[in-house]
């Protein structure tokens, strides 16, 4: 009866561990589908209509472009994070639709920054929703690996430090951006998106070596 209701219960928390996937999934696939929602083709009532109808697009494409990379970036984040998970968890359920929520803004700040790819109030905006953005998937990180990573099968503390360093990294990069855009640098937020991968080859150095087993001991090694 007891191995009955182990079964019973784990078989409960897997349904409900595919529904939350799936339902992230989904939300990760409809956003990353209204993105181009904004790049309509121009009237082409002649070709230098066209050209100058494409040129003035740039802007709006440049976003598009930069929206989607970010949230695929966010994706896959997602994806190393949870594909561990043994286990549903409500607080990691509650954290999950939290940074689903920031995800969801991504079409309404990547068509505000088509608008007027110079403008330092909609850079800071921009750079707001990513900074949120990142800081709850960080929030979705620590859920899913505290108490030693007991809903991953375990986790050391380096571990962890190196995965939150890049859940962070997206943050860390646009605050270095909304600060350029507050002091009218506007070349700080247009590139800082390059901080990002900078951020996550440490974090992914940092994984590395926490991985990496330890050196025997000289004593041991003797012994053997």
Do not use: K
């Given at each position: 009866?007891?191995?009955?209701?182990?079964?019973?219960?784990?078989?409960?928390?897997?349904?409900?561990?595919?529904?939350?996937?799936?339902?992230?999934?989904?939300?990760?696939?409809?956003?990353?589908?209204?993105?181009?929602?904004?790049?309509?083709?121009?009237?082409?009532?002649?070709?230098?209509?066209?050209?100058?109808?494409?040129?003035?697009?740039?802007?709006?494409?440049?976003?598009?472009?930069?929206?989607?990379?970010?949230?695929?970036?966010?994706?896959?984040?997602?994806?190393?994070?949870?594909?561990?998970?043994?286990?549903?968890?409500?607080?990691?359920?509650?954290?999950?639709?939290?940074?689903?929520?920031?995800?969801?803004?991504?079409?309404?700040?990547?068509?505000?920054?088509?608008?007027?790819?110079?403008?330092?109030?909609?850079?800071?905006?921009?750079?707001?929703?990513?900074?949120?953005?990142?800081?709850?998937?960080?929030?979705?990180?620590?859920?899913?690996?505290?108490?030693?990573?007991?809903?991953?099968?375990?986790?050391?503390?380096?571990?962890?430090?190196?995965?939150?360093?890049?859940?962070?990294?997206?943050?860390?990069?646009?605050?270095?951006?909304?600060?350029?855009?507050s002091q009218g640098r506007m070349?700080?937020?247009?590139?800082?998106?390059?901080?990002?991968?900078?951020?996550?080859?440490?974090?992914?150095?940092?994984?590395?070596?926490?991985r990496r087993p330890a050196a025997?001991?000289?004593?041991?090694?003797?012994?053997?």
């Amino acid at each position: 009866m007891v191995d009955t209701e182990i079964h019973a219960d784990r078989d409960a928390d897997g349904r409900l561990l595919h529904r939350m996937m799936f339902f992230s999934d989904a939300v990760f696939a409809i956003v990353m589908t209204l993105l181009v929602l904004d790049l309509r083709p121009p009237p082409a009532t002649s070709e230098a209509a066209l050209g100058a109808g494409l040129a003035a697009l740039a802007p709006t494409f440049g976003a598009f472009l930069m929206s989607f990379a970010l949230t695929g970036v966010f994706w896959l984040a997602h994806m190393a994070t949870a594909r561990r998970l043994v286990r549903f968890d409500p607080l990691v359920a509650v954290s999950n639709l939290l940074f689903l929520l920031v995800v969801t803004l991504m079409p309404f700040v990547s068509r505000l920054l088509g608008e007027d790819f110079t403008s330092p109030i909609i850079w800071e905006v921009y750079s707001g929703a990513l900074i949120a953005a990142s800081l709850t998937n960080v929030l979705f990180v620590l859920a899913v690996n505290r108490g030693g990573g007991r809903l991953v099968g375990g986790v050391s503390g380096r571990e962890v430090f190196a995965r939150v360093l890049r859940a962070a990294a997206p943050a860390v990069a646009f605050s270095v951006g909304f600060w350029g855009a507050s002091q009218g640098r506007m070349i700080i937020p247009q590139f800082c998106w390059i901080l990002i991968g900078v951020v996550i080859v440490i974090g992914r150095l940092l994984h590395r070596s926490a991985r990496r087993p330890a050196a025997p001991a000289p004593e041991a090694a003797e012994a053997a």
